[in-house]
């Protein structure tokens, strides 16, 4: 089965992302949908073996108003995931 983030919540310029089946040590990264720019001051890494959970990754006041997805890549630099797309105020 795929690895996958399944659901993105946005609270007080935090986001949480529920996922599933990432390897630990996987790289999760916030992607400017208009641009494809991936933010490297938002990477965050997978640290828990567990096969269901969730991260927090807070938002640096540089990021601007906009639409956006998460990213997960893996251990050998592949695309192992991508939310759906939402959008920061």
């Known amino acids: 089965m795929k690895p996958l983030i399944s659901s993105i919540e946005i609270e007080n310029r935090v986001i949480v992302a529920k996922y599933r089946r990432l390897m630990?040590?996987?790289k999760v990264v916030l992607v400017e949908k208009a641009s494809g720019r991936q933010?490297?001051?938002t990477i965050t890494r997978v640290a828990s073996p567990v096969p269901v959970g969730a991260l927090r990754?807070?938002?640096p006041?540089?990021?601007t108003p906009g639409t956006y997805f998460l990213k997960a890549i893996n251990g050998h630099g592949e695309d192992a995931a991508q939310s759906v797309?939402?959008?920061i105020g």
Do not use: N, S, V, W
């Open 24 to 26: 630990t040590g996987a």
């Open 39 to 41: 933010l490297p001051e």
């Open 57 to 59: 990754i807070r938002l």
């Open 61 to 63: 006041d540089a990021i």
């Open 85 to 87: 797309d939402f959008e």
